[in-house]
């Protein structure tokens, strides 16, 4: 089993930054794919970002340029910093892993931007 843990989200104003950091725990493989989503209020869960163990990268069109993935296989973690934050980024983050074909997920961490 995988466990995954997040943290780093809270209330910040238009315009600040976050990072957000998920630790993974359990049988792990460094071979995986690390992906952050998030879920507003009414809304359905969307991928924000996504890093392949080999250092691939993918963002959603709303957070390019504005939020970088990045992950340390060494200390099990992926990070999410998130820049020039706007209120329509306001969600519950949640960070999943995909291994051997199964996907595991966090417990969500929620960022709240003010306008």
């Known amino acids: 089993q995988v466990q995954l843990v997040e943290s780093g989200g809270g209330l910040v104003q238009g315009g600040g930054s976050l990072r957000l950091s998920c630790l993974a725990s359990?049988?792990?493989?460094?071979?995986?794919?690390m992906g952050w989503y998030r879920q507003a209020p009414g809304k359905q869960r969307e991928l924000v970002a996504s890093?392949?163990?080999?250092?691939?990268?993918n963002y959603a069109d709303s957070v390019k340029g504005r939020f970088t993935i990045s992950r340390d296989d060494a200390k099990n973690t992926v990070y999410l910093q998130m820049n020039s934050l706007k209120p329509e980024d306001t969600a519950v983050y949640y960070c999943?892993?995909?291994?051997?074909?199964?996907?595991?997920w966090g417990q969500g961490t929620l960022v709240t931007v003010s306008s």
């Open positions: 890093v392949s163990s080999g250092g691939s990268t």
């Open positions: 999943k892993m995909i291994l051997l074909s199964r996907q595991f």
């Open positions: 359990g049988s792990i493989f460094t071979i995986n794919t």
